[in-house]
């Protein structure tokens, strides 16, 4: 005992702090993850408009 505090207690807190450690490694993966599904899905929309103003540019040059 340290200062009358038993060695369970000083194990619990270790715990309590590597629990939060862990939900902070967690947290910021989830956030790394939803970030490149956010680009992925943005890369994808603008491709798809791109592909529609080719189309749209290649309509009106046909019509001319």
Request: aromatic share 14%; hydrophobic share 50%; glycine share 6%.
């Amino acid at each position: 005992m340290i200062a009358g505090v038993p060695w369970w207690v000083f194990v619990l807190i270790l715990f309590i702090f590597l629990s939060g450690y862990m939900a902070f490694r967690a947290m910021q993966a989830e956030r790394r993850l939803e970030q490149q599904f956010i680009e992925r899905e943005g890369r994808v929309y603008m491709d798809r408009i791109e592909a529609d103003r080719e189309l749209k540019e290649g309509s009106k040059e046909r019509m001319s």
